[in-house]
Each structure stands twice: as structure tokens, then as C-alpha cells.
RNA sequence: UUAGGUUAUUGGCCGACUACCGUCUCGAUUACGAGAGGGAGGAAAGUCCGGGCAACAUACGGAAGGACAGUUGUUAACGACAACCAAAGGUAACUUUAGGGAAAGUGCCACAGAGACUAUACCGCCUGUUUUUGCAGGUAAGGGUGAAAAGAGCGAGGUAAGAGCUCGCAUUCUUUAUCGGUGACGAUAAUAGAAGGGUAAACCCUGUCCGUUGCAAGGAGAUGUGCAUUUAGAGUAUCCGGCUUAGUGCAUCGAUUAACCGCUUGAUCGUUGGAGCAAUUCAACGACUAGAUAGAUGGUCGGCAGUCACUACUGACUACAGAACCCGGCUUACAGAUAGCCUAGCAAC
RNA sequence: GGCCCCGUCGUCUAGCGGUUCAGGAUAUCUGGUUCUCAUCCAGAAGAUCGCGGGUUCGAAUCCCGCCGGGGUCA
């Protein structure tokens, strides 16, 4: 889980990035990103709809998993990003976590929100 | 031992690393850091009922509308629960039941059938007439139709043929009386009676209950000015009466989905004892047990346990399911594991 | 979180508890008309009335419980 201040707030907050943003896709999930000058920290919001699964138990798992990821990237990324990722297929919640977090970081090195450079 | 019935409990465990959300303490001072301790359910679900709580300036009367319906109890309350009664099902343990009223009134009972509601004579039986066909009448015992055809079995009498038409015995229902029970009701007896059904989850009648809106409730708007002003307007779902008192447009300020309170100590939970067949309740002692807001309660790895597959190694899987103001029920989903009591069959003693 | 509505042939819809295991339009298929296609004409097939119980002699219809879909409230 990520924490209170990297989470999305309040009405609208999430249109700049549905406007505005790019769009990349993986298999099973699309991320939607876009460079937040205004903030010091980065943002992050995981959708999962009904449609996905009718399970809340199942969805809670999902959203979880991706939130772990991108946790575990947070001091690789470049600037303060707003980041939204859409999941459109329920295997995300039972497929291996490195599996997962493979293609995820695939995508990711793909937007260059990932700077290997800063760290090395 | 096999097949059931019923009532309950439980529904993974241990360790390592690493995150998140509250609470408390300490240090800093509005950023933050350190430590301690807490963090999903029996259904948190469906939202089908009931209540608390909050607002509506009144929850005032009537109409309309809705819900429920054996009896007695339990409860804050209920359409829930318990015990009992009746009916139906089962060899039995036991289970199921919207289980008031059809003699207040109205409606409906298709097709088939002679006739379906103050009904009816198709076949049959009998009498008369007659050309033996047929026609007129009697009959409700027998046949046939249908979900349903006028309480009714056996024997005797009776008759043109028949029929509760009459009698005896047996049965069902109504009524009355006595006894038992708080009561629904049950048992016994008597004489009086025998009246044709079904449907109220058709309209309806009787009895009981219900004000409306919901935590997105609510705490929570202020001032100035124009218009309107008791025959009118506004206010709490429909109408009437009654009640209260202002309303509405524009401008400015505040607010603009943020934050705080409501928010978790409660018809609470556990143990022991008393009352009660039970639902439940009383007393004493002890406990504090989530409070998020795009929504915390997690992620990964290792070991154990269980299930399935397999000769084995080993591999796969781990029930249903995620708090949103809080409780009491109901309904629905649920891999398995455990315990108590009871019934029937078979076998042995 | 609260409240409300709807499920009938492939699609859009009618449907008094019984006259008929459900009518119509469109789409589909077959035949006819035409040199051919379209139009037009005739015919055919296609529905466990969302699912499970109950009331009734009888249920798409009445009642109850589920399932699925949709709407609305700041």
C-alpha cells in the first residue's frame, strides 16, 4: 500500500490526467501518466471496475498488488508523475507476482518515468 | 454397523523481511522522527422487515393507502423467536403451513359434460300412449363428463320403478351441557338439526399496527434591497379540516463537495449463579474489542496441516466472502472439521 | 450508503388466471413473380415467458425468495 500523500484527493483531480495524459498498455492493464511540475511527490490511483470481477475481494487483491509495485519503484521515478493504471482483466489477481511485475516495469521503462540513470 | 433427523461449535497455524490506517507516550513544532499497543465477518452480502439516533416550526383529527392474521408468551420493537393447538407429509425421530371470515354482500368456476348454481334427464330403469321408431311423465340408486355433480356406508322396509322416503347400527358436521386447560382446543354425553361446493396470495368484511424523510440525516447560513401581503402565499409523500408563520427575485459576504463534530461505551461482550419447558430475563464480577473517506486492515518468501492426482519422488489447490452511523431478526452463499441428543433397519451378546 | 424501476422468439414489442404450451412487426429460411437483384405475394421455422418455491382444478399473469440489467439522490 502506498501512503496518504501519494494518493489521489478530492473531486476532480483525477481529470487533468484523463485529459491530458498518455496512454500505454500491458497486457491486461493500461497506464495513464502525466508530469505534475505543481507537486514534490508523485501521485498514484489504481481502477478496477465492476465489470472486472464481480468480487470486491477479488478487486481489493488487484488493486493491492499494484499499488505494492509501484511502491516498491517510487525512488526510481523521475519528477512527481501522476500516474492512473486501468485493469481490465481478473487473471492480475492469480497470475505470479514477478510475472506481474516484470510487465509492469516494462511499461514503465517504456514512458520514461523510470530514470536507471539517477541511479546509476 | 448402515440409513436418516435435529441442535450447536469451528472455518487454517507458525516464522522472517517490508508497507498502510487510527490510538497513546516522548522528542521536535505546524513538515516530521522514535517507541508501545490495536486493526473485517458468520454471514461484514441482499436491503426483505423492525428499532435506536437526527431533522421536519405540528407527528393533531378524519379519509385514502399499506402491512399483518391459530393461542399463550418473549422483546426496545417486529412481518422475528419460543412453547403449545389444528391440518398435511413421513415406518419413526421429525418436518411444513399468509392457519381470521364463504351463514354480510358482489364477482369468477374455461374446455368437456344432459346439467356448473336457487342447475340438470344423455345412456339406463319404470309408467302411460303408440306402428316395436317415437312422444308425454316419473326417477337420482347404476353408467358417462369434469378439479368439483347436492353429507352418507351396511342391512331391512317401501315402490310401477326408485330415492334418508322411513327404520336399526356405524360415521361426519352444527348446536347445547358437563369436565380438563390461562387459551387455541380436547374428552364425554344429550337431544335438536342436516343446511350443496370451491376461490378472500378475487373485490371485500372484521381486528391490530403504521406521520414523513434518512448520517449524502443533521451541527450550518448572514445582511441589504425590489416585489408580494391574510379571499392569498409558504410549510412534512395524496386529499379535507385544523395548526404554524412569513414568502420570493436580485446583490454583497460566507461556504462551494475540503476539514471538524456526528463516529463508536453499546437494548455491548465474557464467566458464574438464580427464575422459566423454552424464547428470554435478573444479579454479581471482569473486559474495552476497527473507525477508513478514490476508501487502511496488506505484499513476498519459508515451514507445518488438510484435500486431490501419482507406485514413489513430487505437483496443484486452501470454502463463501471485504466494515462505511449503530443494533435485533429474516433470506441467500459456504471446501471441510468437530461435538451432543434422537429414530428406523441389520448383526452379535 | 439510501431509494426506485425493468426482465416474453435473433431484435422491438402485445398479452382479462382458462378458448391456442403465447399474438404482431422486423430479421432468417423456402417457393413464386423478374433476364437478374430489390420491391411485392404465399408459406415455414423460431419462446422451458430470467430462475426456484407457493396459492389455485388450472399461473407468462397472483404472492414470496433469489439472479441479472438499468436509473436516481451531494
Do not use: W
Amino acid at each position: 500500500m502506498i501512503g496518504q500523500k501519494n494518493r489521489f484527493h478530492g473531486h476532480n483531480s483525477l481529470s487533468y490526467v484523463y485529459s491530458k495524459g498518455r496512454t500505454l498498455r500491458g497486457s491486461g492493464f493500461a497506464v495513464k501518466y502525466a508530469n505534475n511540475p505543481r507537486r514534490k511527490t508523485y501521485r498514484c490511483a489504481v481502477v478496477v471496475s465492476k465489470k472486472v470481477s464481480k468480487s470486491a475481494v477479488t478487486r481489493n487483491r488487484i488493486r493491492r498488488r499494484v499499488y505494492e509495485i509501484v511502491r516498491d519503484v517510487e525512488d526510481q521515478l523521475v519528477g512527481s508523475p501522476d500516474i492512473v493504471v486501468t485493469v481490465y482483466a481478473e487473471n492480475i489477481a492469480t497470475i505470479g507476482f514477478e510475472e506481474l511485475k516484470k510487465s509492469f516495469l516494462q511499461v514503465m521503462l517504456q514512458s520514461e518515468m523510470l530514470g536507471k540513470r539517477e541511479g546509476a
